[in-house]
Each structure stands twice: as structure tokens, then as C-alpha cells.
């Protein structure tokens, strides 16, 4: 798969003319030795250099261009992000403008942040339409924001299930605990009855056992009476 394309400005255009203060041109300095350190892949020493340089300048513009093409080098794509998004708001040529959105779109996609580098990508189209490869890269955000979204689809679709089968499981947990006390004899499902109940309970069978005994003693008597007149 072809690689992501970062620009980066080497010797970005100053203004030529009118008198050029010290400060202006210690700045131009640093910003020339943060370029050779990056071009020998020393990008935490181009990223000190550039720091300087807008210590020297804070608007320099390729100041901080540079700056965010060193983070992102470090992979410090959100601190890159930051510098790319200052200059997006600020007044340049279409073609400068055009690399700082096409390095914004970049600093995004690295992040999985997928719409906005579509966004910052289109951005780059809008100022330079024949930049073939902002416009693979666009195409490439757009897929990856795609399989982003199915992804998180499936996610949602697993987590709505494994929700729906754990209610199940709940529920029939529920339903087995109420058969399973449903199922219980009678004397175990009354352990758990008051003082005063187990009283009349006891009672009540004290008086159903006295009735039967006095029925019991009264057949009796009626059996030993018939027995009596049969013989005399």
C-alpha cells in the first residue's frame, strides 16, 4: 500500500524586501539548523530549534510549519495537529495553505480521528485540485472511516446481545428460584412462620386430635353397649 505523503517546506519564501532586523535573522538561522537536523532524522533536535526560532519570531510562519512536521516525524501527532491548525487560520498563498491542510489531514489520520482528516484533506483539494496525493489520501480516510463505523457497529450489535442474552439469563434465574420455592413441601415452606402461628397451628391440631379421640371413645362405648345387650 502506498505510504501517507508529508510535505514538508524546506526554505519556506520571506519577504525580500525592506531591512531585515537581528532578531528576523537569528531566527532564519535556527530555522536552518532545524532543517538540517531533520534532514538527518535528528527530529527532537529540529524541534528545539524551531521552539527557539519562534522564541526569536512567534509568527514565524515556517517556524511553525517546520515545528509541526518535527512532531509529527516523533509521532507527537496531537501537539503536530496544534501547530497545522494555527496556521489553517491564517492568511497565505493557496499553495502554502494548501500543504498545511494536506500535513493537517495527516496529523488526523494518524489519530483515528477520520472525519476530520476527510475535512482537512478536501481543505487541501479546495487550494490545490491537482494534488494527486492529498486526493489518495482523502480516499484513504474515507475507507478507513468506513471500516471505523462498521466496526463500531458490530461493537454495538455484540454489546446489545450479550445484554440481551444476560436479561435472559436473569430472568430464567428468576423463574427457577420462584418454581423452586413453588416446589417446596408444606412444612418447609412454614419454617419461617411467626410464634403466634406455630401456636394455633398447634392447637388446632391438639383440638382435631382431642375430637378424634372422643369420637374414637364413643364408638366404643356404643360397640361394648351392643355387645352387652346381645349376651344378657
Known amino acids: 500500500m502506498k505510504n501517507l505523503k508529508h510535505i514538508f517546506i524546506f526554505g519556506y519564501c520571506l519577504l525580500a524586501t525592506g531591512f531585515i532586523s537581528f532578531g528576523q535573522d537569528e531566527e532564519q538561522k535556527l530555522v536552518r539548523d532545524g532543517n538540517k537536523s531533520y534532514k538527518n532524522n535528528k527530529f527532537a533536535d529540529a524541534q528545539k530549534n524551531y521552539i527557539n526560532a519562534l522564541g526569536k519570531k512567534p509568527d514565524s510562519y515556517r517556524g511553525t510549519f517546520n515545528l509541526g512536521d518535527a512532531y509529527y516525524k516523533q509521532g507527537k501527532y496531537k501537539e503536530a495537529t496544534e501547530q497545522f491548525e494555527m496556521l489553517a487560520g491564517r492568511k497565505s498563498s493557496n499553495d502554502t495553505l494548501s500543504k498545511v491542510y494536506h500535513n493537517l489531514g495527516n496529523s488526523y489520520l494518524k489519530q483515528k480521528e477520520y472525519e476530520k482528516s476527510i475535512n482537512a484533506f478536501k481543505n487541501a483539494l479546495k487550494k490545490n485540485d491537482e494534488d494527486e496525493d492529498t486526493r489518495y489520501n482523502l480516499a484513504y480516510a474515507q475507507r478507513m472511516l468506513k471500516q471505523q463505523q462498521q466496526q463500531q457497529k458490530q461493537d454495538q450489535d455484540k454489546k446489545n446481545k450479550d445484554k440481551k442474552d444476560q436479561d435472559k439469563k436473569d430472568k430464567d434465574k428468576k423463574d427457577n ?56
Open 177 to 232: 428460584k420462584k418454581d423452586q420455592k413453588k416446589d417446596q413441601p408444606q412444612e418447609q415452606q412454614n419454617q419461617n412462620i411467626s410464634k403466634e402461628d406455630a401456636q394455633r397451628l398447634l392447637e388446632a391440631m391438639n383440638n382435631d386430635e382431642k375430637k378424634l379421640r372422643d369420637k374414637m371413645n364413643e364408638k366404643r362405648v356404643k360397640v361394648a353397649r351392643g355387645e352387652i345387650e346381645k349376651d344378657w
